[in-house]
Nanobody
């Protein structure tokens, strides 16, 4: 299973970015997995950002991004997205996508089964 994240970059505060994560794997059924985005800033622990259920019907956000970020998915394209608006310098981090085969949306990173390589997001003030 491979999760390929992309879309990161350098943006000014108040700007927007859209991250994408494409899943692949001969036996991987993307539409069976909840998907999540996590981030890790230098010197800090990895933290939960957002997650979406396998059907796309349920989403969950960290309080720090609620109202600014939107997670979505396209099961036909094996892709999950993270639209990030009104970015702040404190959003600067490496962003990771992850896949979770579980009964409910999880916010704990250890419950996720597969991880992407990460994409850097830098927000300048």
């Amino acid at each position: 299973v491979q999760l390929q994240a992309s879309g990161g970059g350098l943006v000014q505060a108040g700007g927007s970015l859209r991250l994408s994560c494409v899943a692949s794997g001969r036996t991987f059924s993307f539409s069976s997995y909840d998907m999540g985005w996590f981030r890790q800033a230098p010197g800090k622990e990895r933290e939960f950002v957002a997650a979406i259920s396998w059907s796309g019907g349920t989403t969950y956000y960290a309080d720090s991004v609620k109202g600014r970020f939107t997670i979505s998915r396209d099961n036909a394209k094996n892709t999950v997205y993270l639209q990030m608006n009104s970015l702040k310098p404190e959003d600067t981090a490496v962003y990771y996508c992850a896949a979770d085969y579980g009964l409910a949306i999880d916010t704990e990173s250890y419950k996720y089964d597969y991880w992407g390589q990460g994409t850097q997001v830098t927000v300048s003030s």
